[in-house]
């Protein structure tokens, strides 16, 4: 079954690609690796929350904006290769705006994971970093990087 098969499957349709925010490209592809630039969990042109998780922002809510993230990544993807083309999700970097003692951004970037994993099968497992941090652009919860083979 191809990844768009899949997601019609699962009842999921990918978003407009979000316009860059700054001075990059929401894509760069060198030989058959494509790289996403950082997908915030953008749903209709905005942000659904804002806040640090385990302060203004839970952890489940977290790991959904995650998932947005992925989904959002996927449409940059799709736009620029064709996500059918994938062949492989190789790896993803999720950063998780952390409050003070907040260590479950593991959990949180799980939202991403499964979604690809949902999405491609055995070739959605990858590599991955959980990275916390003290703020992200416009002061998103979430931000996740996809890096994927594609054919060449």
Sequence with gaps: ???????????????PVAAPVAAYQPTARTGNLVFTSGQLPFVDGALPRTGRVGAEVSAEDAQQDARQCALNGLAAIDAAVG???VVRVVKVVGFVASAAG?????????????????????????????????ELPLGAPVEVELIVEVVS
Excluded at 113 to 134: K, P, Q, T
Aim: hydrophobic share 45%; no cysteine.
């Design 1 to 15: 079954m191809t990844a768009s098969a899949r997601l019609a499957e699962l009842g999921l349709t990918l978003p």
């Design 83 to 85: 996500l059918d083309s």
């Design 102 to 134: 907040f260590t479950g951004q593991p959990g949180v970037v799980n939202g991403a994971s499964d979604l690809l994993g949902d999405v491609f099968g055995e070739a959605g497992r990858h590599a991955r970093s959980a990275v916390g941090v003290a």
